[in-house]
Each structure stands twice: as C-alpha cells, then as structure tokens.
C-alpha cells in the first residue's frame, strides 16, 4: 500500500515549522544582539498545536521582539507563509505563532487557559470557531472588543470594536457593532463549548478599519440581550483573549 499523499496543512506545517527555527539562525546570522528559543513558542497551524523539530538557544529566553514585524527573525516566518499563500499571526502575549487561522488563546479572570478561539479571514467577513471549556454553563455574552487585554486585566480591552459607530446589538435598529455576534455563546453543563460564528464585514488584514487583529474578545457572564447600548446588559467581563496579528 502506497503512502497517502500530503495534504496542504501538512505541508504547510512542516515548512513554517522549520522556518520557526530558521528564524532563529538567522538573527545570529545577522550579527544582532536578538535571540530566538524555538521550543518556547507555541505554534499553531489551521487551529492545531503543532511541535516544533529543533531549537536554538544561546542561553537567553526571551522571544525576539523582530518576531513582532520588521525584525530579522520574523522575516523567514513571514516569508514561508507568503510563498505557500498562507497567513501568519504572531501573538505577543503568549508567545505564539499561528499559521492559517489567528489562534486566539482564551483565559479566565485568574490566568487559567480555557481553550482557544480560531480566526479565519473569508470573503466579506471572518468565520469564528470557538472550542473552550471550564467556563459557567448557560448563555454568554462574546464580543470583539476595541483594545488587547493588558496584564489578564480585561477592563484594558475598553468598549466593543466599533469603527462604523453604531449602537449595541442586532436587535437594535441603531446597531450592530462590528464586534457583536449575532448569537450568545451557550455553554454546556459541564462547562464546554464548541461554536461557530460569523462577523460580518471585519478582517484580519493589518492596516485595514474593519480589522479584529491585535484586539481581543470578551466572554460575559451572562447572556446579551441584542439591543441594549453599550453591551446588551451582559454583565461582568469573565474570560478573554487577544487576537493576534
């Protein structure tokens, strides 16, 4: 029986994996005082957490900050994903690199991980899918909102993205935001949740208005009513996560 033949997400994986490492040669390459530890990224590819093969330490820890665009070792990352027409996200606050969908890493108000929230940019707007647990069972309130979320502190993501100025909610005939969902998230009575949603109109390109990249979403602790001005009466901010770009 012969081998099945690679699929593109394999592909795909493999090469951007081995440009994570890459990169990291090549910022000592270029003689500059940035370090790059492979093994200390999380990576992602279309959703899934995938293993880097090697590492390189010259004894520091930290990320470069080149990973965060014009740096030498962001460069080789960017390249590959470009060359395989691949999108590449870079989350500075865990650390992460996600290729194919921007792998948006949820947690609760004391730093516990929850799951993750997986961004794909499509034609007219960005489908969402959302696979979380340890979460409250019921209906909840999920929006995109304006800033990232400094220090777990979700007050620091301010108000729900909103560029076209409108009201709260879809049942409001002033609304919606762009970062209202149409629905509630229904979490299960064991405290998972597995959904899918659609924005409307948003995008993960960098320079674009109607960008959710380097935002965040905001899970409520109870559910949103569609049409009370600012955040359909939805109550407390309980867990969150920043959207990378």
Same mark, same amino acid.
């Given at each position: 029986?012969?081998?099945?033949?690679?699929?593109?997400r394999?592909?795909?994986?493999?090469?951007?994996?081995?440009a994570?490492?890459?990169?990291?040669?090549? %910022? &000592?390459? /270029?003689? *500059?005082?940035?370090?790059? #530890?492979a093994?200390k990224?999380?990576?992602?590819?279309? !959703?899934?957490?995938?293993?880097?093969p090697?590492?390189?330490?010259?004894?520091?820890?930290?990320?470069?900050?080149?990973?965060n665009y014009?740096g030498?070792?962001?460069?080789?990352?960017?390249?590959?994903?470009?060359?395989?027409?691949?999108?590449v996200?870079?989350?500075?606050?865990?650390? %992460? &690199?996600? /290729?194919? *969908?921007?792998?948006?890493? #949820?947690?609760n108000?004391?730093?516990e991980v929850?799951? !993750?929230?997986?961004?794909?940019?499509e034609?007219?707007?960005?489908r969402?899918n959302?696979?979380?647990?340890?979460?409250?069972p019921?209906?909840?309130?999920?929006?995109?909102?304006?800033?990232p979320?400094?220090?777990?502190?979700?007050?620091?993501a301010l108000?729900?993205?909103?560029?076209t100025?409108?009201?709260?909610?879809?049942?409001?005939?002033?609304g919606?935001?762009?970062g209202?969902f149409?629905?509630?998230?229904?979490?299960?009575a064991?405290?998972?949740?597995?959904?899918?949603?659609?924005?409307?109109?948003?995008?993960?390109?960098?320079?674009?208005?109607?960008?959710?990249a380097?935002?965040?979403?905001?899970?409520?602790?109870?559910?949103?009513?569609?049409?009370?001005?600012?955040?359909?009466?939805?109550?407390?901010?309980?867990?969150?996560?920043?959207?990378?770009?």
């Amino acid at each position: 029986m012969g081998k099945k033949p690679l699929g593109k997400r394999h592909v795909v994986a493999s090469f951007l994996c081995g440009a994570v490492l890459f990169s990291g040669l090549s %910022a &000592v390459a /270029a003689d *500059t005082p940035l370090s790059a #530890v492979a093994s200390k990224l999380n990576f992602y590819a279309f !959703g899934e957490r995938k293993s880097v093969p090697a590492s390189y330490n010259n004894g520091q820890s930290s990320v470069p900050s080149a990973l965060n665009y014009g740096g030498t070792t962001y460069v080789p990352i960017r390249m590959v994903g470009d060359l395989m027409n691949v999108p590449v996200y870079w989350d500075g606050t865990n650390q %992460a &690199v996600s /290729a194919g *969908t921007a792998k948006t890493i #949820v947690k609760n108000a004391k730093g516990e991980v929850l799951g !993750g929230i997986d961004l794909t940019e499509e034609k007219d707007g960005v489908r969402v899918n959302v696979n979380l647990a340890k979460l409250p069972p019921g209906p909840h309130g999920i929006h995109v909102h304006q800033m990232p979320i400094k220090q777990n502190d979700f007050a620091t993501a301010l108000g729900h993205f909103n560029p076209t100025t409108h009201q709260h909610g879809h049942k409001n005939p002033k609304g919606a935001h762009v970062g209202d969902f149409t629905k509630n998230l229904t979490v299960k009575a064991n405290g998972s949740v597995t959904a899918e949603f659609w924005l409307e109109g948003a995008n993960l390109k960098p320079d674009s208005a109607m960008s959710i990249a380097g935002r965040s979403i905001i899970i409520h602790a109870g559910a949103d009513d569609q049409k009370t001005d600012p955040s359909g009466a939805s109550g407390d901010r309980i867990a969150g996560g920043n959207i990378p770009k």
